[in-house]
C-alpha cells in the first residue's frame, strides 16, 4: 500500500541453496539474514574450541512458527562442516558426531568424560517432542546444547537445573524485503512457490 514502510532485511550473500539430493529433505532452502546473524554471534560468543569450566553453556532458538528455525540447524551445521568444526546433531533418536574424519553415531552409554570440551549440540523439536533428552542435561554434561523450539518455555525448563542460565534467541518473522527478494524472477517459479509456502506454514 502506497505509504507503508518497507522494512529492510537483507544480507550479501542471501541466497536460494538447491540441494537436489535424493531422499534428503528439503530439497534445498533460503538462507535468510536472520540465520547467518544468529549462528555469527553465537560464534562470537562460543568460539571452538570450548574448555571445559564452571556450567555448561546453553542457547534456545525461538519464534512463532514457520519462521525457520529447523531449517537453520541445517545451516547451521552445513557452516560448522565448511569450517571443519566438530558438533553433534540429534536425529532420528540418534545422536551424531560430526568431526573432520566423517560422521559416528554416539552410543547410548556415552559418558560426560568421552568429551574434552564443550560441544555444540544441536536439538530440534521436531526430533524431540517431549523436550530435550534428560540424559544430555545431568551434571557436568559436556554438551553445549543449541534447542530451536516455538515459544514454549516449559520445553526447555530442564536446562537450567544442570547448566547456565540459556541464552534466549528470537527469531525474527520474514520482512517483506525478505519475500519480495525471493519472489522475484527467476526464483518464482512455482516449485519454489511451494517450498516456500510449505516451509512458512510449519517449522
Known amino acids: 500500500m502506497e505509504g507503508d514502510v518497507e522494512d529492510e532485511d537483507s544480507l550479501p ?8 539430493i535424493e531422499g534428503l529433505q528439503p530439497q534445498g532452502l533460503w538462507i535468510r539474514p536472520d540465520y547467518v546473524r544468529i549462528y555469527d554471534a553465537l560464534h562470537c ?17 525461538t519464534g512463532q512458527p514457520g519462521v525457520g528455525k529447523s531449517i537453520w540447524i541445517w545451516y547451521a551445521a552445513r557452516r560448522r ?7 553433534l546433531l540429534y536425529y532420528g533418536s540418534q545422536l551424531r558426531l560430526f568431526v573432520e574424519d566423517g560422521v559416528y553415531d554416539v552410543p547410548d552409554r556415552w559418558q560426560n568424560e568421552d568429551f574434552r570440551y564443550f560441544i555444540w549440540t ?13 540424559h544430555f542435561v545431568r551434571p557436568s554434561t559436556p554438551l553445549f ?3 530451536t523450539r516455538s515459544p514454549e518455555a516449559n520445553c526447555w525448563n530442564r536446562l537450567h537445573k544442570t547448566m547456565q542460565e540459556p541464552e534466549i534467541i528470537i527469531m525474527n518473522p520474514w520482512s517483506k524485503s525478505e519475500i519480495l527478494q525471493i519472489w ?6 512455482a516449485s519454489f512457490q511451494g517450498m516456500l509456502w510449505s516451509g512458512m506454514s510449519t517449522d
Open 45 to 61: 560468543d562460543y568460539p571452538s574450541p570450548m574448555v571445559r569450566t564452571g556450567n555448561t553453556p546453553c542457547a534456545v532458538i
Open 145 to 147: 546444547i543449541i534447542f
Open 13 to 20: 550473500g542471501c541466497y536460494y541453496l538447491d540441494i537436489d
Open 122 to 134: 544441536f536439538v530440534d523439536s521436531d526430533e524431540s517432542k517431549e523436550g530435550i533428552p534428560s
Open 184 to 189: 522475484a524472477p527467476p526464483l518464482a517459479c
Open 81 to 87: 562442516m565448511a569450517a571443519k568444526e566438530p558438533f
